[in-house]
Every structure is written in C-alpha cells, then in structure tokens.
C-alpha cells in the first residue's frame, strides 16, 4: 500500500547537479593546490637542514602529493596536456623507482626532487583547469522569478 502524505504541494525545481559537483570538486582542488604549495614551500624555502623525523614527515607528504597530483596529470585528455607534462610524469616515475640516495644530503634532495615534481605537475592542472573554465559558458544562477544571475556577481 503506497503511504499518502498531506503536505501541500511545493513548488519545486529540478537542478541538475553536474554543476554543483564541478564547483564542489574545483573547491576541494584548490584545497589540495593550497596544501601542495605548503608543502613544496616548505621543502624549497628551507635553508637548513631538518631534523630526521621533519624530514620523514615532509617527505611522506609530498610523496603523497606527487602521487595525487600524477593522477591528476594522467586524468588530462593527452589532446590538452602541456607538452611538458610527459617529461614531468617521467621525472616523477624516476623519483619513485630510485628514491633518495645514499649519504648525508641524500634524503635531503631527494625531498626537494619531489617538491620540484609537485609544484610542476600542480602548475599543469592549475593550467589545464583554466583552460577550461575559458571555453565554459558562464555558471548562472536560476531563481524563479526573477532573472539569471551571473555566479560572479554574487
């Protein structure tokens, strides 16, 4: 038996939630660029070297950010990657097979490496996000009786 409510009828509209999820899913991107660009900050700006367990920490992370962010690269049509991005992909498949070297410096430039490879594939999405937010139409704002509204203009 199918249950009867007795609320009146609303007035509704039906949105599609492709837009929705691209503005929630260019959010969370920005996110992750802003926490890369602690990260590789942290790596390039530091004139000292830090301690094993920083160290330890700060080279997990960017292997954890070099790792998304591939994925990220690999996502990109190969149509509309940058030329450059296959040899930033490679440098990275590198830093994965040979990890740091031996010696004193070599944990220590190895954290570096990886920060470069991060900061150059994020650069990539942040260039291949742009470019298709050139070629989209704008975003509106549907409000029923009144007329669009730009999202920019909020």
């Not at 070099?66 to 690999?74: F, G, W």
């Not at 040979?98 to 991060?118: E, H, I, K, Q, V």
């Not at 989209?136 to 509204?149: D, E, K, S, T």
């Amino acid at each position: 038996m199918a249950e009867q409510h007795d609320r009146r009828a609303e007035a509704t509209v039906e949105i599609h939630l492709g837009a929705l999820l691209v503005e929630a899913a260019n959010q969370v991107d920005d996110e992750i660029g802003a926490l890369v660009d602690r990260h590789v900050a942290l790596a390039l700006k530091r004139r000292d070297h830090p301690g094993a367990e920083e160290l330890a920490t700060l080279t997990e992370a960017l292997l954890t950010d070099c790792r998304t962010l591939a994925n990220y690269v690999r996502a990109i049509p190969a149509n509309k990657r940058p030329e450059c991005a296959a040899a930033y992909l490679e440098t990275w498949a590198a830093l994965q097979q040979d990890g740091p070297a031996c010696g004193p410096f070599g944990p220590w430039s190895y954290t570096r490496y990886l920060a470069r490879s991060a900061r150059d594939m994020l650069r990539v999405v942040r260039y291949h996000r742009r470019m298709e937010q050139d070629q989209r139409p704008a975003n509106f704002i549907g409000r029923a009786a009144l007329p669009p509204v730009l999202s920019e203009q909020r």
